[in-house]
């Protein structure tokens, strides 16, 4: 132990005097303050839009409420998740995922993407988060620690003078291991508290125990992502016979587990778990509708909204209703397909230490797609609520014929409804389960990747020629 003490307090202390490091310093906290100035502008401006177009969406459905109760009830609605405070830890891909869910009381129909007003000739790309800054600079600033630690000091004739002295080379490597993780950390720790500084004293009111826990979360998956870089740092340095073939290595390292296996997702997905398109669920829906409305019995498509106890009224709203189920069958279907297909591709890109990184981050910040699957499956348990306050809305109205109709407002009440009544979707918060039950397997993952990876290190180190 205390020659671990030793060598992990020279390799510490040569690191803090490098240029590497004052490089790196500055850096990280320059990134970290750009990137929390362009959260607290986009913010405020998300926060502006959401606000507006959440009071528009009110005064819509007050309008309809005040019509009657039916207008309310099978008029599609389209609930936007809200902007999240806790974006600048990062943006969890959320500009690409569905953003706002559609329904009404009878159905939870679709989910879509509401890109807001942003320029669509504007490229998109990466915020300056704390997740890709630690992503993408992070891990290459591990690596930049870490290449030359043992090919280097081969080169400088220093490691065959520190093994001469009474040490092993396990303690030596795992000192020079942990002297780096512990560097680049205090580095990655510098930018955090400057720009977490910056957030309690420039953004909007935020629960400050909260924003805590979610950095000291961050903190410590971004340990794991820089325990498994400098890992592979101190690898590329042991099996290459110089410093320059270690860089080489290291590099061909970061460009694949950072830019390459991260972002093949998508052919992932295409190739190995196709799902159907679109158009054949469309297919399926248009032939579902026409064999309904072949066997259909006669005057299910009369019409005469001025009297709602006509019978052909109760013929065309069991035909609307058995269309309505007919394609929520198909779509929800293909909607379980769809998120089969996004898990299995990200399961596939887990090889690469940053998309682990990236997962657990997104559950840290309670975002991306856990988040929206969190509010997918909460919108179907409020529809089923809203649902119910409905038919108990028609139940007492004496002057409906009580024919349930999901689409149109003739055969149920067509009384006014205080409009506070009707229960309102709120997003609520996740749980610590919500967030870590997700993301556990990915956890272990990279934790297992991090000691994966220093365990050969250290076969190949012991049987390293230091001359």
Request: hydrophobic share 50%; proline share 4%; glycine share 4%.
């Amino acid at each position: 132990m205390t020659m671990l003490k030793t060598v992990f307090r020279r390799e510490v202390l040569n690191n803090l005097y490098s240029l590497r490091f004052l490089l790196s310093l500055a850096l990280l906290i320059g990134v970290f303050v750009a990137g929390t100035v362009s959260f607290l502008n986009s913010q405020a401006a998300a926060l502006a839009d959401d606000r507006q177009s959440r009071a528009a969406e009110l005064e819509v459905m007050k309008s309809q409420a005040a019509r009657n109760a039916t207008e309310l009830a099978v008029k599609r609605h389209t609930y936007v998740l809200q902007p999240r405070a806790s974006a600048f830890i990062t943006d969890a891909k959320e500009k690409y995922l569905p953003n706002a869910i559609v329904f009404s009381a009878w159905n939870v129909f679709s989910f879509q993407n509401r890109s807001g007003s942003a320029n669509p000739f504007l490229n998109k790309s990466d915020e300056p988060n704390w997740a890709f800054i630690a992503a993408v600079i992070a891990s290459f600033v591990a690596l930049l620690f870490t290449f030359d630690a043992v090919s280097g000091e081969k080169e400088t004739k220093t490691l065959a003078l520190a093994l001469a002295n009474p040490v092993s080379r396990g303690t030596l490597l795992f000192g020079k291991y942990l002297s780096a993780v512990v560097s680049v950390m205090a580095v990655l720790l510098a930018g955090v508290l400057v720009s977490f500084l910056m957030l309690l004293l420039l953004g909007p009111a935020a629960n400050p125990s909260a924003l805590a826990a979610e950095t000291a979360g961050f903190l410590v998956v971004a340990g794991l992502l820089t325990a498994t870089f400098c890992a592979l740092g101190l690898f590329s340095s042991v099996v290459a016979p110089n410093s320059n073939v270690s860089l080489l290595l290291a590099l061909t390292f970061w460009l694949a587990f950072v830019v390459i296996i991260p972002n093949s997702a998508v052919f992932v997905a295409k190739n190995f778990y196709p799902i159907e398109s679109s158009e054949a669920v469309q297919r399926k829906v248009d032939q579902a509708f026409e064999d309904l409305n072949r066997n259909a019995p006669p005057g299910s498509w009369t019409m005469n909204s001025g009297n709602p106890f006509l019978p052909q009224h109760e013929l065309r709203a069991a035909l609307q209703m058995k269309r309505m189920q007919a394609e929520k069958e198909i779509r929800d279907a293909y909607f379980v397909e769809m998120f089969h297909q996004f898990e299995s591709a990200r399961l596939a890109t887990a090889l690469s230490p940053v998309s682990l990184f990236e997962y657990m981050t997104e559950a840290v910040a309670a975002g991306g797609y856990i988040r929206f699957r969190k509010g997918w499956n909460d919108m179907h348990v409020f529809q089923s609520q809203f649902l119910n306050v409905f038919k108990a809305l028609d139940a007492a109205d004496s002057d409906s014929p009580h024919w349930y109709n999901p689409n149109e407002d003739v055969s149920t009440t067509r009384k006014p409804v205080a409009f506070e009544k009707i229960p309102q979707f709120v997003e609520m918060p996740m749980s610590f389960g919500e967030r870590a039950l997700p993301v556990l397997k990915y956890l272990m993952m990279a934790v297992f990747y991090s000691c994966a990876v220093f365990l050969v290190t250290y076969v190949l180190f012991v049987r390293y020629d230091v001359r």
